[in-house]
Nanobody, 125 residues
Framework: QVRLTESGGGSVQPGESLRLSCAVS????????IAWFRQGPGMGREAVGC????????YYITSEKERFTFSRDENEGIAFLTITNVRPDDAATYVC??????????????????WGQGTTVTVAS
């Protein structure tokens, strides 16, 4: 069974940084893309970005490209999302996803096959 498990959420002050993790099991992560979605209060689930082996990324929210960084540790089977200069509107439940195919799909949930349960980020205000 494919499992994706997020961690690293919590409370953060504006301007600080936070790294979220997505641990993957049941598939060889090296052969699959990892995407991050987020869902905050009053928001639908929106795609943030995607990363494949080799570190090539696709940003679905281009305005956040300078603050959101994606990385992967293939040996450990863990993908990461680092958020820098956190803003209040970054508060959301962040969910990682993967696909049976090898490339990043479009940023719509229907395109993705495997999902984690999410880790929640809160931002002090």
């Amino acid at each position: 069974q494919v499992r994706l498990t997020e961690s690293g959420g919590g409370s953060v002050q504006p301007g600080e940084s936070l790294r979220l993790s997505c641990a993957v099991s049941g598939i060889k992560m090296r052969w699959h893309p990892i995407a991050w979605f987020r869902q905050g209060p009053g928001m639908g689930r929106e795609a943030v970005g995607c990363i494949v082996e080799g570190g090539i990324t696709r940003y679905y929210i281009t305005s956040e490209k300078e603050r959101f960084t994606f990385s992967r540790d293939e040996n450990e089977g863990i993908a990461f999302l680092t958020i820098t200069n956190v803003r209040p509107d970054d508060a959301a439940t962040y969910v990682c996803a993967s696909a049976a195919v090898t490339s990043c799909q479009r940023g719509t949930p229907i395109e993705w096959d495997y999902w984690g349960q999410g880790t929640t980020v809160t931002v002090a205000s």
